[in-house]
Nanobody, 115 residues
Framework: QVQLVESGGGLVQSGGSLRLSCAAS????????MRWFRQAPGKERELVAA????????NYADSVKGRFTISRDNRKSTVYLQMNSLKSEDTAVYYC????????WGQGTQVTVSS
């Protein structure tokens, strides 16, 4: 079955950096675009970044553009999110997702940015 396991979250001061990882299994990772979402308390889940199946094309939410970088390693079936210059408003649970007809979600990883 499809499994997505996010890791790398934690508590960081404003201006700091974190690198999130998402290990995927149960499907052919290399043929699907992958995405990172986040959900802050009391808010809807929002799309943060997306990457094409080959990794050539990427897209970002305006709020993270220039600070976050999405990448992937198809040999390891893993997608990453490098987050720099973190702000308090980046505090959320971060989830990865494969661009499939059915939405599968992992448990997410908590990112907390202290000001």
């Amino acid at each position: 079955q499809v499994q997505l396991v996010e890791s790398g979250g934690g508590l960081v001061q404003s201006g700091g950096s974190l690198r999130l990882s998402c290990a995927a299994s149960g499907f052919t990772f290399s043929v699907y675009a992958m995405r990172w979402f986040r959900q802050a308390p009391g808010k809807e889940r929002e799309l943060v970044a997306a990457i094409s199946s080959t990794g050539v094309n990427t897209n970002y939410a305006d709020s993270v553009k220039g600070r976050f970088t999405i990448s992937r390693d198809n040999r390891k079936s893993t997608v990453y999110l490098q987050m720099n210059s973190l702000k308090s408003e980046d505090t959320a649970v971060y989830y990865c997702n494969a661009a499939m007809e059915i939405n599968y979600w992992g448990q997410g990883t908590q990112v907390t940015v202290s000001s």
